[in-house]
């Protein structure tokens, strides 16, 4: 589905997708390994990325959409990261101004409605500082100024903003409501959600509530319980509000916020792959191709059944003990014969279809040759990795001697000692890394061993950490 740039920028990203179209922007820097075969510690090959990668999974399925919108009968972990960043901002921000604890189960202040609308929505304009209540050094001054200036959110009559005030649900719901454009709903009708009627909404408020109502931006939205019986509503809820708004709805504030978010229908083309991606084989970069099963229509021209789509590997965490793993891809084009047309780079994956007749004969054919393939290339790299270790090591080790010999004879006997005591450790962690390395391979063996006959004996179970060529997904954007 479709995202808003502002949500692009939040979530720091390239481009996405659901379980698959995306590039996450990890900020991690490489830390080399010496893993043989990467499932057993989930390394991605020799390197383990480290640092503030904020990888995202659903549950113990393949997708982890960095950008993707929606996961049909999935919970949206986009829009769940993307709250947990604006928590992690506003958090930090409250902390630099020493604004008092944050915490996201907290109920809504009016300060807070105005960082969440205002940053998520990425409003420039300000308006001139007029209430008394927010000073120069008020920890949020800059969100309420581009929330006046927007018409978000208004002050009391006696020039006060009162940022700290806690917001009604009814008032965060009217202030959504004024935001968004929804058509088809009964404003008059008693609010129900989750099968419950909802409490301290006032007469003023009905219409508002049963528009965000009937949005759908409440379905995924955590502590349901609390939203229908609760005045207030956490700040952590109403950021869900404003995310699940950006991912549902087109977003344009160019001409100003009020009815700023429409609702649109999505594009979807259905496609098989032409070959298996493996969170355990693949590595970043690899290209791929899959066949649309249906017709479709993308940014205008149509494409039958049978055109080609094209696509690249943008991510893997390799699967490991008590951690299935998963890839990352992103579609790049739609081709047939001299017509090819770019996907837009919302473009998201949904739904997985398992089929439930697989092509026993290529997985009968293909599983011996994958069988040698594999487990000889973990042999390899045992073999090959063991070698650099031992090369390294003697290497440090034999200079580590030579250094001490040179200090203890110029005279510096303790800086001697200390080059032997680093020429003991490198030794350790030499042998340790051996140990490792010869450890990771005999288990990889076994390991790509009784996957390959996982995988021909019962696909199903492989999704966990793999794209199939008997699975249909559904591109949505």
Same mark, same amino acid.
């Given at each position: 589905?479709?995202?808003?740039?502002?949500?692009?920028?939040?979530?720091?990203?390239?481009?996405?997708?659901?379980?698959?179209?995306?590039?996450?922007?990890?900020?991690?820097?490489?830390?080399?390994?010496?893993?043989?075969?990467?499932?057993?510690?989930?390394?991605?090959?020799?390197?383990?990325?480290?640092?503030?990668?904020?990888?995202?999974?659903?549950?113990?399925?393949?997708?982890?959409?960095?950008?993707?919108?929606?996961?049909?009968?999935?919970?949206?972990?986009?829009?769940?990261?993307?709250?947990?960043?604006?928590?992690?901002?506003?958090?930090?921000?409250?902390?630099?101004?020493?604004?008092?604890?944050?915490?996201?189960?907290?109920?809504?202040?009016?300060?807070?409605?105005?960082?969440?609308?205002?940053?998520?929505?990425?409003?420039?304009?300000?308006?001139?500082?007029?209430?008394?209540?927010?000073?120069?050094?008020? *920890? +949020?001054?800059?969100?309420?100024?581009?929330? %006046? /200036?927007?018409?978000?959110?208004? =002050?009391? #009559? @006696?020039?006060?903003?009162?940022?700290?005030?806690?917001?009604?649900?009814?008032?965060?719901?009217?202030?959504?409501?004024?935001?968004?454009?929804?058509?088809?709903?009964?404003?008059?009708?008693?609010?129900?959600?989750?099968?419950?009627?909802?409490?301290?909404?006032?007469? *003023? +408020?009905?219409?508002?509530?049963?528009?965000? %109502? /009937?949005?759908?931006?409440?379905? =995924?939205? #955590? @502590?349901?319980?609390?939203?229908?019986?609760?005045?207030?509503?956490?700040?952590?809820?109403?950021?869900?509000?404003?995310?699940?708004?950006?991912?549902?709805?087109?977003?344009?504030?160019?001409?100003?916020?009020?009815?700023?978010?429409?609702?649109?229908?999505?594009?979807?083309?259905?496609?098989?792959?032409?070959?298996?991606?493996? /969170?355990?084989?693949?590595?970043? =970069?690899?290209?791929?191709?899959?066949?649309?099963?249906?017709?479709?229509?993308?940014?205008?021209?149509?494409?039958?059944?049978?055109?080609?789509?094209?696509?690249?590997?943008?991510?893997?965490?390799?699967?490991?003990?008590?951690?299935?793993?998963?890839?990352?891809?992103?579609?790049?084009?739609?081709?047939?014969?001299?017509?090819?047309?770019?996907?837009?780079?919302?473009?998201?994956? =949904?739904?997985?279809?398992?089929?439930?007749?697989?092509?026993?004969?290529?997985?009968?054919?293909?599983?011996?040759?994958?069988?040698?393939?594999?487990?000889?290339?973990?042999?390899?790299?045992?073999?090959?990795?063991?070698?650099?270790?031992?090369?390294?090591?003697?290497?440090?080790?034999?200079?580590?001697?030579?250094?001490?010999?040179?200090?203890?004879?110029?005279?510096?006997?303790?800086?001697?000692?200390?080059?032997?005591?680093?020429?003991?450790?490198?030794?350790?962690?030499?042998?340790?890394?051996?140990?490792?390395?010869?450890?990771?391979?005999?288990?990889?063996?076994?390991?790509?061993?009784?996957?390959?006959?996982?995988?021909?004996?019962?696909?199903?179970?492989?999704?966990?950490?793999?794209?199939?060529?008997?699975?249909?997904?559904?591109?949505?954007?």
């Amino acid at each position: 589905m479709r995202l808003s740039k502002e949500i692009l920028a939040t979530l720091g990203v390239v481009c996405l997708t659901s379980g698959i179209a995306f590039a996450a922007d990890c900020n991690t820097t490489t830390d080399v390994q010496a893993y043989a075969h990467p499932t057993l510690f989930s390394a991605q090959g020799h390197s383990l990325l480290t640092g503030n990668t904020d990888l995202v999974t659903t549950g113990s399925k393949i997708y982890k959409p960095c950008d993707a919108v929606t996961i049909s009968g999935k919970e949206n972990v986009v829009i769940g990261r993307a709250v947990k960043k604006q928590m992690a901002d506003m958090s930090a921000k409250m902390n630099a101004a020493g604004a008092g604890n944050f915490d996201p189960k907290m109920a809504a202040m009016r300060a807070g409605m105005a960082y969440i609308v205002a940053n998520g929505l990425n409003l420039q304009q300000t308006a001139p500082n007029r209430y008394s209540d927010v000073t120069s050094a008020y *920890w +949020a001054k800059d969100e309420i100024d581009r929330a %006046l /200036a927007a018409d978000v959110m208004i =002050g009391y #009559p @006696d020039g006060t903003f009162k940022p700290d005030r806690a917001i009604t649900k009814a008032e965060v719901f009217a202030t959504f409501a004024k935001m968004m454009v929804v058509t088809g709903f009964d404003a008059s009708a008693t609010p129900v959600f989750n099968g419950q009627e909802m409490k301290y909404i006032p007469d *003023w +408020a009905v219409g508002c509530t049963n528009e965000v %109502l /009937a949005s759908g931006i409440l379905n =995924g939205a #955590p @502590d349901k319980d609390e939203i229908v019986n609760a005045e207030y509503l956490t700040i952590e809820q109403v950021s869900y509000m404003l995310n699940a708004m950006k991912a549902n709805f087109s977003i344009d504030t160019s001409k100003g916020v009020t009815g700023c978010a429409t609702q649109y229908v999505p594009t979807e083309v259905k496609i098989k792959l032409s070959e298996r991606l493996s /969170a355990r084989t693949s590595t970043v =970069g690899d290209t791929f191709t899959a066949k649309t099963t249906e017709a479709a229509t993308v940014n205008g021209q149509s494409f039958p059944a049978g055109s080609t789509v094209k696509g690249v590997v943008t991510g893997v965490a390799r699967p490991g003990v008590g951690n299935p793993g998963y890839i990352e891809v992103k579609f790049q084009e739609i081709k047939n014969g001299d017509c090819k047309v770019e996907f837009p780079c919302q473009a998201a994956c =949904g739904n997985l279809d398992v089929k439930k007749n697989p092509n026993i004969i290529s997985r009968l054919l293909s599983t011996p040759v994958e069988i040698v393939g594999r487990t000889a290339g973990v042999a390899g790299r045992t073999v090959s990795t063991t070698a650099e270790i031992i090369s390294n090591g003697t290497e440090e080790i034999v200079g580590n001697a030579a250094d001490a010999l040179s200090d203890t004879f110029s005279l510096h006997p303790l800086k001697g000692l200390k080059d032997i005591n680093s020429g003991i450790w490198a030794a350790g962690k030499g042998g340790a890394n051996i140990i490792k390395t010869c450890t990771t391979g005999v288990f990889g063996v076994l390991y790509e061993i009784t996957d390959e006959f996982k995988y021909f004996f019962v696909p199903s179970t492989t999704n966990d950490s793999s794209l199939n060529p008997d699975e249909e997904l559904t591109i949505r954007f």
